[in-house]
Each structure stands twice: as structure tokens, then as C-alpha cells.
């Protein structure tokens, strides 16, 4: 927050021409946008849900686990449609176990168990999938221990050189 809100500043102050920043090879539209996209990238829980252990160690089907220090909730536009067609895409069970430790209860068990028609448990789907993020943390590979730290909303998955 404190960098976007420093980076948003200087990029108001950096539209005069004598500017040598970088922000000065950008016009001010493109610089707001490109603030605009970086305030929307959050680690929630249908991005870790995709997710996986870059370890090469690692199977490439297993969750990783999620360490909370910080989340915040934040409210987006419900869509029906949109969790309709993603529901087939999760990792129901990895979904639900995150879910649980983000203290997101009352989903089902299974998606079998999914009542597409029940607006109240869609509800609960889109608020656990889609507005709750994970400010600070890690994302941990179940199978080799490694961390993966969490700032800002966003998982840094790099690896060191001795573990490419």
C-alpha cells in the first residue's frame, strides 16, 4: 500500500519534462493504469488455487499450504456465472482445506455437494474464493518444507540458483 500510494505520487510529479526517472519514459495515463492493474493483483484463493511448487523435487499436483499472518477482506462484484463455469476447474478439496484456515466455513464438502441454485452458498463461494486476500504470509510446498513468501498480496514463487 505504502509503495503504490509513493509510486502514485511520483508519477504525478514525474509528468514534467526534466524528470529523469523512469516514470518519465511513461505518459501519466499509462503510469496511473499500470498502478491501477498492480493494485488488483491480490493472493487469493482462487489464484492459489492454480497454483503449484516450482520445486523440481515437487509433484506438480499437490497444493501448496498456506501460512496467514495477515489478510484482509476485500468486497468485488458477485458473478454467478463466472464461479459456475470456474467450479469445475478447482481443486475442490485444496479449496476447501485453505478455505478452513482462512476461517472461511460452510462450504461443502465435495462439489458434489454444491448447490448451484442456493444464492446464499454461491455467496459464500465467491466471498472465500475471490474476496478474501492473503496481505502477508507464505505459501509452503507440502513435500520439500520451502517457503515461498507472501507481500503485499503477492506470492514471490522465485528460486534460488541451487534449486533450479
Known amino acids: 500500500s505504502r509503495l503504490l500510494a509513493t509510486t502514485k505520487n511520483q508519477a504525478l510529479t514525474s509528468s514534467s519534462a526534466s524528470s529523469q526517472s523512469l516514470f518519465a519514459s511513461l505518459s501519466l495515463f499509462r503510469l ?13 484463493l482462487l489464484t492459489h488455487n492454480m497454483m503449484v511448487s516450482p520445486m523440481k523435487e515437487a509433484s506438480k499436483s499437490i497444493p501448496l499450504k498456506i501460512e496467514v499472518e495477515e489478510m484482509q ?34 462450504l461443502p464438502a ?16 465467491h466471498h472465500a474464493l475471490m474476496e478474501v486476500d492473503v496481505v502477508t504470509g507464505n505459501l509452503v510446498c507440502t513435500e520439500t518444507g520451502r517457503k515461498f513468501p507472501i507481500a503485499a498480496g503477492i506470492p514471490n514463487m522465485l528460486l534460488n540458483q541451487d534449486e533450479l
Open 110 to 125: 465435495s462439489k458434489e455437494l454444491l448447490d448451484k441454485s442456493d444464492e446464499l452458498t454461491m455467496k459464500k463461494l
Open 73 to 106: 477482506e476485500v468486497a468485488k462484484d458477485f458473478n454467478q456465472g463466472f464461479l459456475e463455469n470456474i467450479i469445475d476447474r478447482l481443486d475442490w478439496p485444496a479449496f476447501v482445506e485453505a478455505a478452513a484456515l482462512l476461517n472461511q466455513e460452510g
Open 32 to 44: 496511473l493504469r499500470l498502478v491501477s492493474v498492480l493494485e488488483n493483483i491480490r493472493m487469493i
